[in-house]
């Protein structure tokens, strides 16, 4: 009985000691990762080689590189997967839309504004279209390609290997720029490449599953996943390669979001850490892509955000309303935020190209944005100038030409009605740090109140989420914003603003936006420059949402344009320099689009099923009392 | 019977002094020389709210007892690089997200503790 005993106790450990001394199991994986990384790194060589013995004079030279190039990008298509995610900024020198680009990925708010130059391949491509091609700019831009990508064989990429965590984020990654820009030619300049690059995505991460699975089989990529998966395959390989037929709508509603979700499930199911600034912004518990909860954006709850208890929220929104509509917030006492912010309006005002200053004569140079929405932006303002929706509402208050007060006199105003005093006191137990009543109380209630009103979603929302039924036209022009118009490669899904995954910064374009419709001249608003001031920030400004567009006129930065057919026509000429404007940084491709008047129909039916179901609220009917007189005749919302 | 209530109530007497006493118990701080006494006293305020800040989100799993005393830890200048801790183990994923501390918040943070003092060399 002993012995017996004793031969299971050693075959036991000899088990467990054979078990531990196996290979652990990331041994396929990490291959098939090293693999496909010296595929790339061979291929770069042989674009480079090709490079110097090609003569790039003729046509045919010309055409042999751009064939290698290709090669090249498809082998970097097998690689986008992990690239993306594992370093961001580097793979930017491999792959990027614009040749030079400033703070594409602002991980930290508070670091100065960075530039990134480079673009490797997309450049590369881009720059043999060109009249003088110089050989030494193009074998420098591969070297560039190639030396960044020596980045991705350092330890501090590969350490990631050894668990699974990486590759469920990885693929988070991935699914949301499936949706957002692999399909829409954001990063390829061969519009006839973007679905063939697509299928050989596709493809090579089905490989990578099956590695992956095999190296890690308890924590799988799941069989239902897989098996939509392929089905997203087949939809790819089956629909027309050309991406303007292709049905964009379709492909992320019925493979990509599902996917999203079941990959999201994973997430939890495996309690996947991140150890990547990449996934701060991203939200763990949203289970769809065109949810509003995808990404964290702004802090909307201020300094009241460890505040949970519905009820006081409830309380703080409502003298976030009072305010709101108080022209105490302005040093005459007339200009309330509901002034340019007209709730009625959707948080915009509709009737001016800009609002008037506080003199109540001349306008402000920029139109008033919506409101709406402003919380899933990165930076805020037109130029960015702000990092927060309480900053913002401190610079508006006490800028001469909008509010005309002084954050001290206001809050002293607002204390002197008994209302309010009572509620900011009342609150001062959940901001520790903040032991009297101070603006960024005030700045916060307001932010909350208005940010409630963003939570709201829209026709298109619907069908992406419950498969509810939409205008044909209106997925029509989801496919064509997404191809041909060329809007989703600055407008992106999911809240068609200019930040894209993982939604950690704003994106700055320049159109060339006229000053006048007659196109005569240029706006003179230096936009971005002023806040970073750099030869490719002249004129540039944050891309806005498309959400309730129909709804916002007049558009642009100057409010130029009263329709959304005129904003169409702008874009389909090719902004202000297909206008015939000298704009010499111009990020908008200046030739015309081919809009046909069907079309340009059907991309304003698309834009009209972002109209958000919101509930608005009447304005309340009267504003806190003072203990001084004089402020106890203002109207509620001021008089503007 | 009545002298176990006395000591009881002596007894909680002293503990809560002692709470109070710890509730009291200040910070102090050390800026660097060249620094102006009016851009300390700004900073000085700052760390004022970085320590209730501290109090309020990282001292449940940082802070030490050594002979019944809180001791806020030292932290290097490389532990403290903005965002990054953020994400720097799994502890923090969970309690830091911009939504549980914002960015302004975590800047006020690192700020008490580059300036806070450091801790005798004896409670390390």
Redesign the interface.
């Given at each position: 009985m002993r012995k017996r005993l004793l031969i299971s106790i050693i075959i036991f450990a000899v088990a467990v000691i054979s078990f531990s001394f196996r290979d652990n199991g990331s041994g396929i994986y990490t291959g098939y990762y090293n693999e496909k990384l010296d595929a790339f790194s061979r291929q770069q060589e042989a674009l480079l080689s090709c490079i110097r013995t090609t003569d790039i004079s003729t046509s045919a030279g010309s055409e042999k590189i751009k064939q290698q190039i290709q090669l090249t990008r498809n082998r970097l298509k097998s690689m986008d997967f992990w690239f993306r995610y594992l370093e961001p900024t580097v793979y930017k020198k491999i792959n990027g839309p614009l040749p030079v680009e400033w703070e594409t990925e602002v991980f930290e708010k508070f670091e100065k504004p960075y530039k990134r130059e480079g673009a490797g391949l997309t450049l590369a491509a881009l720059y043999l279209d060109e009249e003088h091609v110089n050989k030494d700019t193009l074998v420098s831009l591969i070297k560039q390609s190639i030396t960044a990508t020596a980045t991705y064989r350092a330890d501090s990429i590969t350490k990631n290997f050894g668990t699974y965590h990486h590759f469920f984020l990885c693929n988070r990654l991935f699914l949301l720029n499936l949706a957002a820009i692999y399909t829409t030619g954001f990063e390829c300049p061969d519009t006839a490449q973007i679905i063939p690059e697509l299928r050989i995505m596709l493809s090579d991460a089905n490989n990578m599953y099956a590695a992956f699975n095999e190296s890690f089989p308890a924590t799988p990529v799941t069989e239902n996943y897989l098996a939509l998966f392929r089905k997203a395959i087949y939809f790819s390989n089956t629909q027309p390669a050309n991406y303007t037929v292709f049905d964009h709508f379709t492909f992320i509603r019925d493979y990509v979001n599902p996917l999203f979700a079941l990959n999201q499930q994973m997430i939890k199911d495996y309690r996947v850490v991140s150890h990547s600034l990449v996934d701060y912004s991203l939200n763990k518990q949203a289970t769809s892509i065109f949810k509003k909860n995808i990404y964290n954006g702004q802090n909307a709850k201020g300094i009241f955000l460890r505040v949970d208890d519905t009820a006081v929220l409830a309380d703080i929104e409502k003298i976030g309303k009072l305010l709101f509509y108080d022209p105490i917030l302005s040093g005459n006492n007339l200009r309330s935020c509901a002034s340019c912010h007209k709730p009625t309006q959707y948080f915009t005002d509709t009737a001016f190209a800009a609002s008037l200053q506080y003199n109540n004569k001349d306008l402000l140079p920029r139109n008033s944005p919506s409101l709406l929405n402003a919380q899933y932006n990165h930076l805020i303002m037109l130029d960015g100038k702000h990092i927060s929706l309480q900053n913002q509402i401190k610079a508006v208050v006490s800028n001469p030409v909008e509010m005309g007060g002084e954050e001290k006199a206001i809050l002293q105003k607002i204390m002197s009605c008994n209302q309010y005093s009572k509620a900011f006191k009342k609150l001062l137990k959940y901001t520790p740090q903040e032991p009297e009543v101070c603006f960024e109380h005030i700045a916060s209630a307001l932010t909350m109140y208005y940010a409630k009103f963003s939570k709201y979603y829209s026709p298109f929302d619907d069908a992406m989420n419950d498969q509810a039924n939409i205008d044909i036209a209106a997925k029509q022009g989801f496919n064509l914003f997404m191809s041909k118009a060329q809007c989703a490669t600055c407008h992106f899904v999911p809240q068609f603003n200019g930040v894209k995954p993982p939604f950690i910064s704003s994106e700055f374009e320049v159109l060339g936006v006229p000053a006048h419709k007659d196109y005569k001249q240029l706006s003179a608003d230096k936009g971005r420059y002023e806040v970073n001031p750099a030869g490719e920030t002249m004129n540039a400004f944050r891309t806005g949402s498309v959400r309730n567009a129909a709804h916002t006129m007049p558009y642009m930065h100057n409010g130029v344009f009263n329709t959304m057919a005129e904003v169409i026509d702008f874009y389909d000429a090719g902004g202000g320099a297909g206008h015939g404007l000298k704009v010499n940084n111009q990020t908008l491709p200046s030739d015309s689009l081919h809009l046909s008047a069907t079309e340009k129909t059907q991309l304003v039916q698309f834009i009209g099923s972002l109209n958000e179901n919101i509930t608005f609220e009447n304005p309340p009917a009267k504003l806190p009392v003072s203990k001084i007189k004089a402020l106890n005749n203002r109207k509620v919302g001021g008089t503007y | 019977m009545k002298r176990a209530i006395a000591v009881t109530i002596i007894l909680s007497g002293i503990l809560g002094l002692q709470c109070f006493a710890q509730k009291k118990q200040k910070v102090t701080y050390e800026f660097p020389e060249q620094m102006s006494p009016a851009v300390q006293a700004e900073f000085a305020k700052l760390c004022d709210?970085?320590k209730?800040?501290y109090d309020?989100n990282c001292a449940q799993c940082h802070n030490t007892k050594i002979k019944g005393k809180e001791v806020i830890p030292d932290f290097t200048q490389e532990k403290l690089i903005?965002?990054?801790l953020?994400?720097?183990n799994?502890q923090h994923?969970a309690d830091m997200?911009?939504?549980?501390v914002?960015?302004?918040?975590l800047?006020?943070i690192t700020t008490f503790l580059t300036y806070k003092k450091k801790n005798e060399p004896s409670v390390k």
């Open positions: - | 709210k970085g209730i800040l309020l903005g965002y990054e953020r994400v720097s799994q994923e997200p911009d939504t549980k914002t960015a302004e918040e800047g006020l």
